[in-house]
């Protein structure tokens, strides 16, 4: 087994025992970086925006709701429940966040971008499915394995760009098991800033990565 194989699991498995999801103290208490923020299950979970204005809000259902602080009023969003164990992550300037969604299971993360336009939510699929596709074929996947987790792990100091953590699942992997890369994406258009080899990605984050993928 590559040594980096179970990182994923480790954490999202942790994080979904049943002592941890029943405590909704944890909520919101930093994930494998400060830049990430623990959603526990069936708690009422509350993130506020760097800028003091905005309350992301992860109610005991996964249903997604962002409240202005001063006038309590909603922003418009339509999309489906978070499913922890997740972590989230506001940007800097307060304008987008991200969900790494374990859509239940604790097996797997869904990267899920929302960026904040005007009184509305609008949720952002796209990066996800172009991480995507770049490792598959940086990888020269078989069409039969299975698609990559795809993480965020955090922000530039700017909030004009986000970073992702791009791994192969456990069963079925694209490449080697445990293996991936990182990549680096403006928040404005969704593009690739930097493509990073996994050694590479080690070298540059390692502030904001798990410490399981430095072990041997």
Same mark, same amino acid.
């Given at each position: 087994?590559?040594?980096?194989?179970?990182?994923?699991?480790?954490?999202?498995?942790?994080? $979904?025992? !049943? %002592?941890? #999801?029943?405590?909704?103290?944890?909520?919101?208490?930093? +994930?494998? @970086?400060?830049?990430? &923020?623990?959603?526990?299950?069936?708690?009422?979970?509350?993130?506020?925006?760097?800028?003091?204005?905005?309350?992301?809000?992860?109610?005991?259902?996964?249903?997604?709701?962002?409240?202005?602080?001063?006038?309590?009023?909603?922003?418009?969003?339509?999309?489906?429940?978070?499913?922890?164990?997740?972590?989230?992550?506001? $940007?800097? !300037? %307060?304008? #987008?966040?991200?969900?790494?969604?374990?859509?239940?299971? +604790?097996? @797997?993360?869904?990267? &899920?971008?929302?960026?904040?336009?005007?009184?509305?939510?609008?949720?952002?699929?796209?990066?996800?499915?172009?991480?995507?596709?770049?490792?598959?074929?940086?990888?020269?996947?078989?069409?039969?394995?299975?698609?990559?987790?795809?993480?965020?792990?955090?922000?530039?100091?700017?909030?004009?760009?986000?970073?992702?953590?791009?791994?192969?699942?456990?069963?079925?992997?694209?490449?080697?098991?445990?293996?991936?890369?990182?990549?680096?994406?403006?928040?404005?258009?969704?593009?690739?800033?930097?493509?990073?080899?996994?050694?590479?990605?080690?070298?540059?984050?390692?502030?904001?990565?798990?410490?399981?993928?430095?072990?041997?």
């Amino acid at each position: 087994m590559p040594k980096v194989a179970f990182f994923a699991l480790f954490v999202f498995l942790k994080l $979904s025992s !049943n %002592s941890f #999801a029943q405590n909704c103290a944890l909520s919101g208490t930093p +994930g494998w @970086s400060e830049q990430l &923020r623990n959603v526990i299950a069936d708690c009422d979970n509350r993130f506020v925006s760097p800028d003091g204005k905005l309350v992301l809000r992860i109610d005991i259902k996964g249903k997604i709701r962002v409240i202005e602080v001063a006038s309590q009023r909603k922003l418009r969003i339509h999309s489906r429940a978070v499913e922890p164990p997740a972590m989230v992550s506001w $940007s800097p !300037n %307060s304008d #987008a966040f991200f969900v790494n969604d374990g859509e239940g299971s +604790g097996m @797997s993360s869904a990267f &899920r971008l929302f960026r904040i336009r005007d009184s509305r939510i609008e949720e952002d699929g796209a990066t996800a499915r172009k991480a995507v596709v770049l490792y598959r074929g940086q990888f020269k996947c078989s069409p039969s394995a299975v698609d990559p987790n795809v993480w965020g792990m955090g922000w530039t100091p700017d909030g004009f760009r986000f970073h992702l953590l791009v791994q192969a699942t456990v069963n079925q992997p694209c490449g080697e098991q445990g293996s991936f890369i990182g990549m680096t994406i403006k928040l404005d258009d969704g593009s690739v800033f930097e493509m990073l080899s996994e050694e590479a990605t080690r070298r540059q984050f390692h502030t904001i990565l798990p410490r399981e993928v430095y072990s041997n």
